[in-house]
């Protein structure tokens, strides 16, 4: 059912500029994703140094486990948006969904900070699953939604702008996750990202009346779900994702093999950086790259290659090759006993961001635009899930290369060489995909001012 409260707008206005309810989605984006990243950040560091059993000793993990952990987590996240899409593009709408399931992820992180066992882990992440995951491909597609026809072309820029916002959050949590952990414990580590969840929701439910609230299909999204239109452009799409698929389960690797390399490691630069502090590299260089590639890098390609987002998603696949040679470089010269410096890691951190760049954004566009008009959370959702088979990928891998004795079947550099072969078939079989795609783009009609509801 639509909302009912006067003064919300069930389809975006006639306008030329920004929409008035983008600085609340951007602004509650931010302190989300602070929420998450700050929290995803210490998950490896915490089970295998901080975790207690149901006594109050140590019952930690070790680094296989931790990755399965982390992976298994990581594929919950991105399974549960397919649920959330259809609860909003079915039933309660993006803006009800949302405000519902930010009260699941706040439970999550207070689950968090007052259970340092494994039962307070599996409880505390599985809120966090079901509550972020669950409003993930809504808040996306409440962006597109508060755009029509005649704003549509500052698309482009509002996810821009969103994936800036979710990088500054991600880049302030960075930071401050493991020093708080060390200095303060896990409840004030896992607690303060709770408060920025709080925050979060806070913001959203700010700008209530000035989103547009598209209604719920109810039956309606049914039938468009399963006519020959939308089971076309789902079918079509999900091909492109089961590509993507793989990228993810390099791309969030960042936050597992390469923070336990990181442990191994000379990590004296200028000061001294804790296991999981590399990974601040990532959204600070988002927030440089961004300008960078709209300014610079597509303008020039354009000239003589024009980039459809297809030939930015393939040259992003591509670049996820060498991002994990140079870690398996790294892994060699450590088994060999050389003292390694964190600078060489963070090389690896430029090419991966350089291919988020090209691989993530675009494809969060690429998808809005391609999903028919009821169907757009949905569309996210599937999208997502992209990062959902990613990472099962990468915790079946972790589950099965594990020897009775706790040693790796794919010890050393021969597990980053893995994963960079599976990259590269994925990357060369993906070309001729990209040139058969028939692109089509929906976007949401426009209603005069007046009309409220």
């Not at 560091?45 to 992976?71: C, P, Y």
């Not at 389960?249 to 804790?274: E, I, K, N, P």
């Not at 692109?439 to 009309?451: L, M, N």
């Amino acid at each position: 059912m639509s909302p009912k409260a006067p003064g919300y707008r069930t389809a975006p206005a006639p306008i030329e500029g920004m929409p008035p309810g983008i600085p609340y989605i951007v602004a509650n984006e931010a302190a989300e994703r602070y929420s998450y990243y700050g929290m995803r950040a210490i998950l490896v560091i915490f089970m295998t140094r901080f975790l207690l059993d149901s006594q109050g000793e140590l019952d930690v993990m070790n680094e296989e486990q931790a990755k399965t952990w982390f992976h298994g987590f990581v594929t919950a996240v991105y399974f549960f948006p397919i649920l959330g899409a259809i609860i909003s593009d079915g039933f309660l709408g993006k803006y009800r969904t949302i405000l519902s399931l930010s009260v699941v992820y706040c439970l999550g992180h207070l689950t968090l900070a007052l259970d340092d066992t494994r039962l307070g882990l599996a409880l505390g992440l599985g809120l966090i699953a079901v509550g972020s995951g669950g409003i993930k491909p809504c808040v996306s597609a409440h962006v597109g939604d508060q755009f029509g026809h005649t704003n549509a072309d500052l698309l482009p820029k509002v996810f821009g702008w969103f994936y800036f916002a979710i990088n500054v959050g991600a880049l302030a949590s960075i930071l401050f996750a493991e020093p708080l952990l060390h200095r303060f414990g896990p409840s004030v580590a896992f607690g303060v990202p709770g408060v920025l969840m709080a925050l979060a929701t806070l913001f959203f439910w700010m700008g209530r009346h000035a989103f547009v609230h598209i209604p719920p299909g109810g039956l309606d999204f049914l039938r468009e779900v399963f006519s020959p239109e939308g089971l076309k452009a789902l079918g079509k799409l999900f091909i492109i994702y089961v590509f993507i698929a793989m990228f993810w389960a390099l791309f969030d690797q960042q936050g597992s093999a390469w923070v336990l390399q990181a442990r191994r490691m000379d990590r004296q630069l200028v000061v001294h950086w804790d296991p999981s502090q590399a990974q601040w590299l990532n959204p600070a260089l988002v927030l440089l790259f961004i300008p960078l590639f709209t300014r610079v890098v597509y303008p020039f390609f354009d000239r003589f290659w024009p980039l459809t987002p297809l030939r930015k998603i393939s040259m992003g696949l591509f670049l996820t090759v060498p991002a994990f040679l140079l870690p398996a470089w790294l892994e060699a010269r450590l088994d060999a006993g050389e003292s390694v410096n964190i600078a060489w890691q963070l090389g690896a951190y430029v090419i991966m961001t350089a291919a988020e760049i090209l691989v993530s954004i675009t494809a969060l566009e690429f998808s809005y635009t391609q999903a028919p008009k009821r169907m757009k959370s949905l569309v996210m959702g599937a999208f997502l899930m992209s990062v959902s088979i990613g990472n099962l990928f990468t915790a079946t891998v972790n589950y099965f290369i594990q020897n009775p004795d706790g040693t790796s079947a794919l010890d050393g550099p021969s597990y980053y060489l893995f994963f960079a072969g599976a990259m590269a078939v994925t990357a060369v079989l993906f070309v001729p995909v990209a040139v058969w795609y028939k692109e089509r783009t929906y976007i949401q009609d426009e209603a005069p001012f007046e009309v409220l509801v």
